[in-house]
């Protein structure tokens, strides 16, 4: 007994779908993060509360509008039509467009939060010493932020991994384009095939685990970094 | 008691002068503008001297361009910074910055603090006349022993000397010092004090120097500008400026001159000023070099005949310049002496019994002389 081809297909979709997730995440969130560390705009407060949406509302509410916008008679569905590339909904790129959204605020808080425990000091500094906008975000504020990284990525990772409901809405259960390991989960529990169930249920509890245990540590290890830095 | 705002414009060689002139918001919780006017010397120790809240740190962080300058311009030795149309980013303008708390990066060794400003020292290279050397500037900060460490593992006066030494690695024009000391316990003080001095000594980059330390000011200045609430109450050469401010227990006044001769019998040393000579406690510094003591208003005391079967040795003829009489006991009065100024302070008793007045003559009797340098 173990994973049947049906299941390897939607983990290696699920992986493929993550990881795409979280690169593209680390690339948009790092400059809204940033902006959302930063700025003294008084659009700062509502950016960041559509940014934590996705903490409070049914997966499927996200699913719908999406499903909506993204669909034929959308306005980025007509965009996207007009582009030649077809109707996102029920496609692999449908669904990482969706993950994106719904993993955003995962990724999106770490980095803030790193970013604003920078402070400007080592900034100005890095100005004084004659380091350019550009110098200054990688040499000082990459480095500086490196554990916000780690954070945002695995947590973004995780998080699309977990995701149910936006996927069945806008993915559906296609296999091997949207069939992934939590719709696969669902099936198998709707056929009562509980051992095929346990295998996939089980997996994703460890993994779960490991990730949040990874997260944890890493955290710990900066908290007493910290604490020898000030002693 | 109050001097004429001295602007040192005629003193100045006019191929190095710094220009200051602009208005800016003074930190954000203060209702007053910073407004300057002036032209400092563009070499040696300018100390930048006020309350905290004065707008003190405002200044140095227009001039970095850390702060936003309202309008007006900032001239350092003939390149424009800041005017009408200009203003370089900060990372644009040839300054070495220390901050007050002895910020390095943590994230790097301390020699990798220092690559960081002589990578980029280098970039801006070729404008600079004569680069200073990364070996005699660790030599001369004392930090050779602590390159491998982390900025963590330093002590408050060991970080500040990073700094320091960091900030010049950048090829400075100008460098700009916030209370560097301010965050350090007197021992750490008096532990960078004599590399500040060094420095001073040793490189030719005009240094702004914030601090409310007057302990600080009459050791390493050359010239003192003070503010107040924002605008400048008084600058110029730093001995006729600091014995002209209120300063309470710290009234006193500068001198500079030269050690002449010493006895060895006393383990005393003969000290000429424009004005005089004072004995002083040999510590055997040479003689004939640049020296600079304190005499204390507190320190001085004044009779009308030369002191006779005294304790005190120095007894000098001055003029009495001004008497500053408020309502407490006490009262300084200004003495002088040849071209040197002496602060007495004794009580207003005394000053009615000895029947003090403008232009007389009297005798200080100086008690105690602190050499600075």
Not at chain 2, 267 to 289: I, T
């Amino acid at each position: 007994m173990g994973f049947s081809p049906a299941d390897l297909d939607a983990i290696s979709l699920t992986l493929r779908l993550a990881t795409v997730t979280t690169a593209i995440l680390l690339l948009l969130g790092t400059p809204l993060a940033w902006w959302l560390a930063t700025t003294a705009s008084r659009w700062r407060g509502p950016v960041g509360a559509i940014v934590a949406l996705p903490l409070v509302l049914p997966p499927t509410v996200i699913g719908f509008y999406l499903l909506i916008l993204l669909g034929p008679r959308g306005p980025v569905g007509e965009l996207t039509t007009v582009l030649g590339l077809g109707t996102l909904p029920f496609t692999f790129w449908g669904l990482v467009v969706g993950s994106v959204v719904y993993s955003m605020p995962f990724v999106v808080q770490p980095l803030q939060n790193a970013f604003a425990g920078i402070g400007a000091r080592p900034l100005e500094m890095a100005a004084t010493l004659r380091a350019g906008p550009w110098d200054r975000f990688l040499n000082v504020v990459l480095p500086m932020s490196k554990q916000g990284y780690y954070t945002a990525a695995v947590l973004g990772f995780a998080h699309t991994v977990g995701e149910f409901g936006v996927v069945l809405m806008i993915g559906g259960n296609i296999p091997g384009q949207t069939r992934v390991v939590s719709v696969q989960l669902y099936d198998h529990v709707e056929a009562l095939d509980y051992a095929q169930a346990h295998w996939l249920a089980a997996t994703l509890l460890v993994f779960s685990f490991v990730v949040l245990l990874l997260v944890y540590s890493l955290q710990g290890r900066a908290a007493s970094f910290l604490a020898r830095g000030s002693a | 008691m109050t001097i004429e705002p001295r602007l040192l414009a005629d003193a100045i060689n006019p191929e190095k002068v710094i220009t200051l002139r602009f208005q800016a918001r003074a930190g954000t919780d203060s209702d007053f503008t910073l407004k300057l006017d002036l032209q400092l010397p563009g070499e040696g120790i300018s100390a930048v001297f006020g309350a905290s809240g004065s707008g003190k740190t405002t200044l140095l962080r227009c001039v970095a361009g850390l702060a936003p300058v309202l309008s007006g311009s900032i001239v350092v030795n003939n390149e424009t910074w800041h005017d009408t149309g200009v203003s370089l980013p900060a990372h644009q303008r040839p300054v070495g910055y220390v901050f007050q708390e002895a910020s390095l990066f943590e994230h790097l060794s301390t020699a990798a603090n220092l690559d960081f400003a002589e990578k980029r020292a280098k970039r801006f290279g070729g404008r600079v006349a004569s680069p200073i050397d990364r070996n005699q500037i660790v030599e001369l900060m004392g930090i050779g022993r602590l390159l491998q460490r982390r900025p963590a593992q330093l002590s408050g006066g060991e970080r500040q000397r990073v700094a320091i030494a960091r900030a010049l690695l950048i090829n400075p024009r100008l460098l700009l010092m916030d209370e560097p000391l301010a965050a350090l316990d007197a021992g750490h003080k008096q532990e960078i004090l004599p590399y500040l001095e060094k420095l001073h000594r040793e490189i030719q980059i005009p240094v702004l120097y914030v601090t409310h330390s007057v302990d600080e000011v009459s050791r390493l200045a050359d010239q003192l500008l003070v503010l107040q609430e924002g605008e400048v109450l008084v600058s110029g050469p730093v001995g006729p400026v600091l014995s002209g401010l209120r300063l309470g227990d710290e009234a006193g006044a500068v001198l500079e001159g030269r050690l002449q001769a010493r006895d060895e019998q006393w383990k005393l040393a003969l000290f000429r000023f424009a004005g005089g000579e004072l004995w002083v406690r040999d510590r055997g510094q040479p003689l004939q070099s640049d020296t600079r003591v304190r005499v204390l208003a507190r320190d001085v005391s004044l009779s009308l005949q030369p002191a006779q079967q005294s304790s005190i040795l120095n007894s000098l003829p001055a003029m009495v310049e001004s008497i500053e009489e408020g309502d407490e006991a006490m009262a300084l009065v200004r003495l002088r002496l040849g071209d040197s100024v002496l602060i007495a302070r004794v009580s207003r008793r005394s000053v009615a019994e000895l029947g003090l007045e403008l232009g007389m003559a009297v005798y200080a009797q100086v008690k105690s002389v602190a050499i600075l340098r």
